[in-house]
Structures are given as structure tokens and as C-alpha cells.
């Protein structure tokens, strides 16, 4: 029996792209005997992705398109994606094409063995700078070591989720949202599939470093409360080792050769402001999110949308 595959497809400025978009996944499509439907989500581009998609839905009805007012960040095109796919799996390609489309045929093999989720497992990540791929190593071993659910490290969006683990995500109502994570906590069963990365040919990354370093802060502080409990740790460590000194100064001084105090006194205030500041800045950012999730404000927004029933 014949399944149905959505393809979501988020797209921020990729007209250079769209072209070996449709020639790749349509390719894909007719190699595979299922049926396929594809969602471009268009995250406010400023360029001709709007018009080249809009074309493209008018030659296959296939191809569905959502644009929104705004950009509402990559997690919110995926959330989109989800909400209107018709399928029973979903697969997350980005437009650049990093992810070759090739590989998910061995996503939809290890789906109809009985896996709820199968994501991609970069090997080589082709075309990056040392730093960027240094970064991301870093990254994600920070992100799987600080959860409180197990995250699979060097994986991305890539990957192929049934329907009814797409159901099971989006019933989860909160606003700052980390996709890989909220997938990885509903359960199921899971697999990773690896493969080699390729390197982007047109276009550029749309994820700056500081961009970088947001997402890696909202995807701990998203599935984490260790931050703070290494935080209570450390408290309790530096109360001890203050306990510590106090006894040795106290005897230093009844022996009557007490330490030269301003230096110490100095570093020790620096230090604990120091530590308090960024104590008070992670207690803040979790504050921040509570803030956010209070006002209950819609994921995204649609500006636009072609062949969506």
C-alpha cells in the first residue's frame, strides 16, 4: 500500500537554489513508489524565492507554499511544515541542499521497519570553516551533555518523523521551541542514519556565529535545568572553599604573620561579582522564557499560501 511523503522544505533567501530544489526532489519523488507532497516555507525572504515557488506550485499541485509576514526563525517554519503536512511521515530538507535528498530513501526504508524517527547523522560536514565545524562539534556534545533528555549529537533537522510522533509535538504548546529536542523527548523509537554533508554551491549561510550561539543557549536552557543546579553546586563549592580560607587566615593570624589582604580581598570581590552576574543572567534567561510562554503569541504568522487545502 502506498504511503504519503511530505517534504518540508524551509527557505530564507534561496532563489539561487529553487531551481535544483524541484529538479532534485522531484527526481526523488518519481524513483520511489510512494506518493509525495512538498511544503516550501518561505521565512519572509527578501529575494525571488516567493515568486519561483509560487511558480512552481502552479506547475505541480504537488507543491504547496507558505509564506510568512516575518521571519519566525527556522523553528517555526518546521512548525508550519508539521501543522499542514498531509502525510504519514514528514521529512525536513533545508533548500540549501546541505542534506543530500538522496539519503531519504534510507529514511523511509528504516521508517517502514517500525522507526518513529529517523534522524541524520553528519559524518562530514563539507564546505564549512574549521571554526564553524569545531563550533558546532562543541555545540552539540555541550547540548547532549546539559539535557535532561537524551539529544543525538551531531544531528540537525534532517530527518523523518511519523504522523503520530508530528502529533505528539505539536501538542507541546511552548513558544521558544528547540525542535531536536522537543523530537527526542515524546520518545518513540529512534535511529540515526548516517552520511556525508554537502558543501553549499549557491548562496550563503543565513546563521551568523552569534546566531549560532542563541540557538545553542535556547536549546539548554529549552531541555535543561543542569545550568542552574551547576550554579548551586559551584555555590556551595566556593562557600567551602571560603570556609576553608577563614581558617587558614584565622590561624595565619594567631601565629602572628596574617596574609596581605588587599590584593585577596580585591580578587575575591571580582571573582563572586563575576559569579553573580552570570548566575543572575541564566536565572534571567529562564525568567525570560517563563515571560514569553505567559503570553501565549502565535508561533508564526502567514502572510501568503498556495494549493494549501
Keep these: 500500500m502506498k504511503k504519503l511523503i511530505t517534504i518540508i522544505i524551509p527557505a530564507r533567501n534561496e532563489a539561487g537554489n529553487m531551481a535544483r530544489v524541484e529538479a532534485e526532489v522531484t527526481a526523488l519523488a518519481a524513483s520511489q513508489p510512494d506518493d509525495f507532497e512538498f511544503i516550501i516555507v518561505d521565512n519572509a525572504s527578501t529575494d525571488d524565492t516567493g515568486r519561483l515557488a ?24 518546521i512548525t508550519a511544515g508539521y501543522e499542514h503536512a498531509n502525510g504519514d511521515a514528514m521529512v525536513v530538507l533545508y533548500s540549501d541542499l546541505q542534506d543530500p535528498p538522496e539519503v531519504i ?29 569545531a563550533g558546532a562539534w562543541l555545540a552539540y556534545r555541550m547540548i547532549a551533555w546539559l539535557s535532561d533528555v537524551p539529544i543525538p549529537k551531531d544531528t540537525g533537522d534532517f530527518r523523518l518523523i511519523s504522523s503520530r510522533v508530528r502529533d505528539a509535538v505539536l501538542r507541546m504548546g511552548e513558544v521558544n521551541r528547540y525542535m531536536r529536542g522537543m523530537i527526542a523527548w515524546v520518545g518513540f523509537k529512534q535511529i540515526g542514519v548516517e552520511y556525508e554533508r554537502r558543501p553549499r554551491t549557491t548562496g550563503r549561510s543565513n546563521a551568523p556565529l552569534a546566531d549560532i550561539l542563541l540557538f545553542t543557549f535556547n536549546a539548554i536552557t529549552s531541555f535543561s535545568l ?65 515571560f514569553s510562554e505567559a503570553k501565549r503569541r502565535p508561533i508564526y504568522v502567514i502572510e501568503e499560501s498556495l494549493n494549501l487545502k
Excluded: H
Aim: glycine content about 12%.
Design 54 to 77: 509560487a511558480e512552481l506550485c502552479q506547475r505541480d499541485k504537488r507543491w504547496r507554499y507558505i509564506r510568512f509576514s516575518r521571519n519566525f526563525s527556522v523553528e517555526g517554519s
Design 105 to 133: 530513501p534510507r529514511f523511509i526504508e528504516k521508517w517502514k521497519q517500525g522507526y518513529d524517527v529517523v534522524y541524520g547523522v553528519r559524518t562530514v560536514r563539507a564546505g564549512d570553516p574549521k571554526w564553524r565545524n
Design 226 to 290: 543542569r545550568p542552574l543546579r551547576l550554579f548551586t553546586l559551584f555555590g556551595f563549592m566556593v562557600l567551602g572553599v571560603s570556609f576553608l580560607l577563614a581558617i587558614v587566615y584565622v590561624t595565619l593570624w594567631l601565629r602572628g604573620s596574617p596574609p596581605p589582604g588587599l590584593t585577596t580581598l580585591i580578587v575575591l570581590v571580582l571573582a563572586g561579582l563575576g559569579v553573580n552576574s552570570l548566575g543572575i543572567g541564566i536565572l534571567g534567561e529562564y525568567i525570560g522564557r517563563t
